[in-house]
Structure formats: C-alpha cells, structure tokens
T-cell receptor, first 119, second 117 residues
Framework: DGGITQSPKYLFRKEGQNVTLSCEQNLNHDAMYWYRQDPGQGLRLIYYSQIVNDFQKGDIAEGYSVSREKKESFPLTVTSAQKNPTAFYLC??????????????????FGPGTRLTVL | KQEVTQIPAALSVPEGENLVLNCSFTDSAIYNLQWFRQDPGKGLTSLLLIQSSQREQTSGRLNASLDKSSGRSTLYIAASQPGDSATYLCAVRPRRYSGAGSYQLTFGKGTKLSVIP
C-alpha cells in the first residue's frame, strides 16, 4: 500500500532451496513485520523488527530468517528447513513510539504480497 | 492467548443493502482494533482503527464500533455496492507497551462479502 513494495509477486521454489522475499518501504516507518497467510486461516506473524539491527520472532519463526540492516528494508529468507512454505507472504509497517497523529502511531499498513509455491 | 473470531465466514447480499460484519475477541485487554479489506490475491488495505478508549470510528459509508467489555466489534457498511465485495479482516493489538508482542496483531479469519448487482 503506497510506499511499501514486495518482490517478486510470484515465486517458485524447488525442494531444498532457500529463497529470499523482498520488502522495501519509503515511508520512514520504524517497525516492519512479516506475516504468512494460508487459505482459510488468519494471518500469522513470522518476524518483526522495531529498529535497525534488531528483530524478534513471531508465532511461526521456525524455518525462516530475517535481517534489518537498513530502515527501509526487511528481507525474509525461507530456508529449506521450512517444511510447508507454500503460502501468501505479506509485509507490513507501522510507526513506533509517539507520533503527531495517534492513529498513525498504531496503524499497520501492508504491502501487496508475494505468493510462494514449492514445486 | 488472544483469539479473534469473525462470523459469518461468508455473506452474500443484494446491492444497496446495509450490512453488519462481526468480530469478537477473547481478551478485552486490547490497545486497539483494526479493520482491513483484502481483495483476492492482494495485500490488506486498512479501513478503520479504533483505539481502546473509543466507541466508534467512521469513514464514508463505513462505521466501526467497539465494545471492549464484551469483546466485540462490528463493521457497518451502508448502501452496499458490488465494489465492496472482498474479504474483511479484523485484528486486535494487545495492551502491552513494551517487550515482545507489544506490536503484534492477532487476526480473525475474515468474512468474505459478496454484493450481488
């Protein structure tokens, strides 16, 4: 949404391969998140990062890894250890701490998503 | 552990009808609740955010209410249009101001809305 981009839109992975999903934002938001969405299920949090060089595991972090070397970027690597990686992956951002508008301080904004399929 | 439920899972209405989507949550200690719209194969679009101290928020034909004590929120859509057809998701943020999980949203599975012309 707006200044959040995810690439690629579609990604195909062979068994045993690691793949990296990109998430970039130009809105200067501090926090970034990765969610996984499966059919008929709610979104589940994989990892999130509130500041550069720091990130926290979410509910389903096993088989995934992330880095936050720059404020604008939060790439997600799906490793071969993730047994069922086929899903729709969504990146989100939000402001951390006080902001001029209370609503913007709390609100999460999402990117367009990447659909990953294991062949 | 917080659980969010959205009923019904799917809803079909004729164009022009007013409708209500429901969201319930098990832990009333929330910081805010957010309603999203998702079109097929797309990301989520934020519709409304209600702080825990608020009772409702309005944006155009949309009105969201929050009753924290009963663990319920509703999204009211007035004069529905075919373009409103999408899946609507609600999510709650816990009332924790620091530490792991303080910014983590818990999502419902969504209500798939179809507005028939």
């Amino acid at each position: 949404d707006g200044g959040i981009t995810q690439s690629p839109k579609y990604l195909f992975r062979k068994e045993g391969q690691n793949v990296t999903l990109s998430c970039e934002q130009n809105l200067n938001h501090d926090a970034m998140y990765w969610y996984r969405q499966d059919p008929g299920q709610g979104l589940r949090l994989i990892y999130y990062s509130q500041i550069v060089n720091d990130f926290q595991k979410g509910d389903i972090a096993e088989g995934y890894s992330v880095s936050r070397e720059k404020k604008e970027s939060f790439p997600l690597t799906v490793t071969s250890a993730q047994k069922n990686p086929t899903a729709f992956y969504l990146c989100a951002i939000s402001i951390v701490g006080r902001a001029v508008a209370a609503r913007s301080y709390n609100e999460q904004f999402f990117g367009p998503g990447t659909r990953l399929t294991v062949l | 552990k917080q659980e969010v439920t959205q009923i019904p899972a799917a809803l079909s209405v004729p164009e022009g009808e007013n409708l209500v989507l429901n969201c319930s949550f098990t832990d009333s200690a929330i910081y805010n609740l957010q309603w999203f719209r998702q079109d097929p194969g797309k990301g989520l679009t934020s519709l409304l955010l209600i702080q825990s101290s608020q009772r409702e928020q309005t944006s155009g034909r949309l009105n969201a209410s929050l009753d924290k004590s009963s663990g319920r929120s509703t999204l009211y859509i007035a004069a529905s249009q075919p373009g409103d057809s999408a899946t609507y998701l609600c999510a709650v943020r816990p009332r924790r101001y620091s530490g792991a999980g303080s910014y983590q949203l818990t999502f419902g599975k969504g209500t798939k809305l179809s507005v028939i012309p």
